[in-house]
């Protein structure tokens, strides 16, 4: 994808073939940040403190975090380390222990001295594999707008999108918004409602930046506003990201997801899932019971709100009259009995277990 005209992936290693950099999406959409992995600890603490965000996206700077760590000491002992810190910074999201396990994998059997190339190499082929996986279900996806744009003979098809499941979330297309580039590129007359997507606004700044730099038509909304619209027929289609799919269909994405699941049920709106078979847990089945939630900082992230006045200052200010009572639940599950599909590398599949092993019957 492009910011300001300029090809840009969410990380990549720079032309010196060393520095592994990263947007720090926390400085979106008021200013465009780049900052250097130099440590193991540097990408645990971008993962951590939400400079990365989206599975995708925290897999692929875990695997660099892993391989920056073997590049400074390739024992047994500071790789272990650095699994164990990498691995323990985020619980939600399952890319994050693939991409760390995809990385012990390629070490397994050798030698210090072949270790931290090795590492490397395997980052880079894991972001690489996510644009085409990110790609893949943008072309899969499209075929369900194209569909309703044909029922509607050429009118708007209206979207609606929690959360950001864009390229900033993955290494690039995204995955829930890889299908609305890949329509609007190919012409379509496409329209997108983005969800706020409160506390951290992942929408209203990260999103709605994303389809400005792209050019593609779309609304902020308030994250309760979603039912409403569909009640009167402005949503055509939802479509959101997931940080982790159990085995059986169930799905854990961004708080507030699941309400979006609820209005789109009752109003026959089509609710797909862009699942990236790098978010499926194969060893869950029950999502409610199974699936981690992260509980982050209530006051920090609730109780105050950052933003630029009309003069271009960032201030954080508090709407509460105590910013410490609140509580901030970073994910939700929804149940598979209320996603119509899920959109994956390999095409589109049903929510449920028997569906997605003829899908990848590998992992049987």
């Known amino acids: 994808m492009k910011v300001n005209g300029k090809p840009m992936r969410s990380i990549w290693v720079e032309d010196d073939n060393h520095t592994v ?19 193991m600890e540097d990408a645990m603490i971008a993962i951590k403190d939400m400079k990365v965000r989206g599975a995708p996206c925290i897999g692929a700077t875990a695997a660099y975090g892993m391989a ?17 810190t990498l691995n323990a910074s ?4 399952v890319n994050l222990k693939w991409a760390l ?57 209206n979207v609606l999108t929690h959360c950001n499941a864009g390229w900033i979330a993955t290494v690039d297309w995204g995955t829930a918004i890889a299908p609305i580039y890949k329509a609007f590129d190919a012409g379509m007359d496409i329209h997108v409602w983005v969800d706020e ?53 169930d799905v854990c994405n961004k708080i507030g997801t699941y309400l ?13 899932v862009a699942c990236p078979s790098t978010s499926i847990d194969w060893d869950m089945e029950d999502g409610l019971k199974e699936i981690p939630i992260e509980m982050r900082n209530g006051e920090q992230e609730v109780g105050w709100i950052t ?7 960032i201030h954080s200010v508090t709407t509460m009259p105590d910013p410490k009572k609140t509580r ?37």
């Not at 609304?219 to 982790?244: A, P, Y």
């Not at 979006?260 to 009752?266: G, H, I, P, Q, S």
């Not at 933003?307 to 200052?313: A, E, I, P, T, V």
């Open 21 to 39: 950099s990263i947007i720090d999406q926390t400085f979106l959409p008021h200013e465009l940040v780049i900052i250097p992995l130099n440590t």
């Open 68 to 84: 920056i760590a073997v590049r400074a000491d390739a024992s047994d002992a500071n790789i272990a380390h650095a699994y164990e």
């Open 328 to 364: 901030n639940d970073a994910f939700d599950v929804t149940p598979r009995k209320y996603i119509t599909g899920l959109i994956t590398e390999r095409g589109l599949v049903a929510a449920n277990r028997a569906a997605l092993r003829a899908m990848f019957p590998e992992k049987g």
């Open 307 to 313: 933003g630029r006045d009309k003069d271009g200052n």
């Open 260 to 272: 979006k699941a609820l209005a789109a049920f009752d109003n026959n709106v089509p609710f797909y």
């Open 197 to 249: 997507t409160r506390p951290r606004s992942q929408g209203a700044r990260l999103t709605a930046w994303e389809l400005e730099q792209h050019g593609v038509p779309y609304t902020v909304i308030t994250d309760n506003s979603g039912g409403h619209l569909m009640q009167h027929g402005l949503v055509d289609i939802c479509l959101v990201g997931t940080d982790r799919t159990t085995a059986t269909g």
């Open 101 to 157: 396990d995809q990385c012990m994998a390629t070490l397994d059997g050798l030698t210090e001295d072949k270790r931290a190339s090795a590492v490397f190499t395997r980052a880079a082929e894991i972001c690489d594999e996510d644009v085409a996986i990110c790609s893949n279900i943008g072309d899969f996806g499209k075929t369900l707008l194209d569909d309703i744009s044909k029922r509607k003979n050429g009118e708007t098809v």
């Open 90 to 93: 985020r619980p939600t999201a």
